[in-house]
């Protein structure tokens, strides 16, 4: 997979583990939040991952993928090296990425 193909929106499947503690774990579809600029220079993308078993919280934004509805887990978003992605499996709506961009300068806002 070349870099310059990863897209900030994109869904792909990532394997998460090995991890430790209350770390979202095993191989799971996560949204790439990093911007394309970085995508296409870097060979680690930064994803947050998608969950289905998960309540609302503040930072966990609602999205439906693949028939099935969810959450894009803002607090648990990671940077990973290109080799943990399985593959890709589509992109996240244009309004459900919206959300999870706002959210994210919610959280790192002074």
Not at 31 to 52: F, G, K, Q
């Amino acid at each position: 997979m070349k870099e310059a193909d990863v897209r900030r929106g994109q869904i792909y499947l990532v394997s998460l583990d090995p991890t430790t503690g209350r770390e979202i774990k095993k191989t799971r579809p996560c949204v790439v939040v990093s911007p394309d600029e970085l995508n296409a220079h870097m060979r680690t993308y930064i994803v947050a991952p998608l969950t289905t078993g998960s309540h609302a919280y503040p930072f966990r934004i609602p999205c439906r993928f693949q028939g099935k509805t969810g959450h894009v887990v803002l607090d648990q978003i990671r940077t990973v090296d290109r080799t943990r992605l399985v593959k890709r499996l589509g992109r996240l709506s244009a309004p459900a990425l919206e959300r999870s961009l706002s959210g994210l300068v919610e959280m790192f806002a002074p």
